[in-house]
């Protein structure tokens, strides 16, 4: 079956510093690779996306990476703010005839001043 | 604007009794999901609606039970079957057919307590 195993949280750092959050997936097929973001108290909203091997998705200044070849979607930024302070979570959707989402436990980032 | 609603934001449940949480969208989409969310689990699928009089189960759906009458509606009743209810719940929907890649939006969460 399907399965992503995302890096162990909680990450803690300061304001302008380089975030990097380690995901790997498990899937049949070719999946499409997401990451959503829930700020406390909310829903997730997608963050980024990426639907083939070498796409990069991008938004907000998170940037992530469809790495076929080594089955990853790592999420960076390089300088995080203390509203990125929020839990992200990796997701896959492998599409067929059953098109619900994978995800992973989540990380939850906190930015401090 | 389009989006999720679900309502009530917060729900509480006494012993025995059946609750039910509502889940609207006006994103004309056709799928439709009900998530749980419990801390340093993740999201964990309760059912998923493919399209209007059509439902099927997930990875947990026991004690739960949906609807899907319209196609704006994914209503969730939490049974008393379901012995450890207190979690967040979350819906989402998603365009698109069987081969679809499509992002799922999310309405902003019921939070369920036991009284």
């Known amino acids: 079956g399907n399965s992503v195993t995302q890096m162990e949280g909680p990450v803690t750092l300061s304001e302008e510093a380089f975030l990097t959050i380690n995901c790997t997936y498990t899937a049949t097929g070719y999946p499409s690779l997401f990451w959503y973001v829930q700020y406390p108290g909310e829903g997730l909203q997608l963050l980024l996306k990426a639907t083939k091997a070498d796409d990069k998705g991008s938004n907000k200044g998170f940037e992530a990476t469809y790495r076929k070849e080594t089955t990853s979607f790592h999420l960076e930024k390089g300088s995080v703010q203390v509203s990125d302070s929020a839990v992200y979570f990796c997701a896959l959707n492998s599409g067929g005839s059953n098109y619900k989402l994978t995800f992973g436990k989540g990380t939850l980032l906190t930015v401090n001043p | 604007d389009g989006g999720i609603t679900q309502s009530p934001k917060y729900l509480f449940r006494k012993e025995g009794q059946n609750v039910t949480l509502s889940c609207e969208q006006n994103l004309n989409h056709d799928a439709m999901y009900w998530y749980r969310q419990d801390p340093g689990q993740g999201l964990r699928l309760i059912y998923y609606?493919?399209?209007?009089?059509?439902?099927q189960k997930g990875d947990i759906a026991e004690g739960y039970s949906v609807s899907r009458e319209k196609k704006e509606s994914f209503p969730l009743t939490v049974t008393s079957a379901q012995k450890n209810p207190t979690a967040f719940y979350l819906c989402?929907?998603?365009?698109?057919?069987?081969?679809?890649?499509?992002?799922?939006?999310f309405g902003d969460g019921t939070r369920l307590s036991i009284l």
């Open positions: 609606s493919q399209i209007v009089n059509d439902f």
């Open positions: 989402a929907s998603s365009e698109g057919g069987a081969y679809s890649n499509q992002p799922q939006h």
